[in-house]
């Protein structure tokens, strides 16, 4: 069974700071991909920035990049210069082969608030 | 392009009654997902379609839940008959080959 885990319910950052959302997870798969998504209030699941398990080099979209420690099993999120729109829920995922096809295995979410 | 449309967005039912979720994939998409989510936790995946087929469908309760995908375009999600745990958001998502993209959701009490 695949597992994800993000142990901290709730974040807050003051605007223009760096926060960091953490995430492991557990897989016997050797092909798989990792996630970030946000889901503000209007409910949309919006992808923030996706990894390959193969490739060593940790991704990076504008802001938002992450750390991944492949033998750790981990996945972290870094936001940058924070404002006031990443305010949002945040699921890791990842996305492993299963019947087939790929499907995606969520964690419970952060809650991450922005101070102004 | 437009994007993955769910109706209603909410939607608010006694226990017991039957309630229907419909889902419009962005075309050319021939993978469509249903999730659950309860509140304070992440989506669960119910039931994934290929075209108008089933892909995986071994978390959808099939003594109340059931789904289908005529044509391989539009899906449909019944609940019948609807019990209080049902209370979720329900997504769709549809994708081609790669990145899923979700819609709003469909919000549901049960009450």
Redesign the interface.
Known sequence: AQTVTQSQPEMSVQEAETVTLSCTYDTSESDYYLFWYKQPPSRQMILVIRQEAYKQQNATENRFSVNFQKAAKSFSLKISDSQLGDAAMYFCAGEYSGAGSYQLTFGKGTKLSVIP | EAGVAQSPRYKIIEKRQSVAFWCNPISGHA?L?WYQQIL??????LI?F?NNGV??D?QLPKDRFSAERLKGVDSTLKIQPAKLEDSA?Y?C?SSHGG??F????T?LTVL
């Not at chain 2, 979700?102 to 959701?105: E, S």
């Open positions: 993978t997902y304070g936790q992440g989506p669960k995946l994934q290929q892909v995986d071994s958001v997504l998502a990145e899923q979700f819609g709003p959701g919000r």
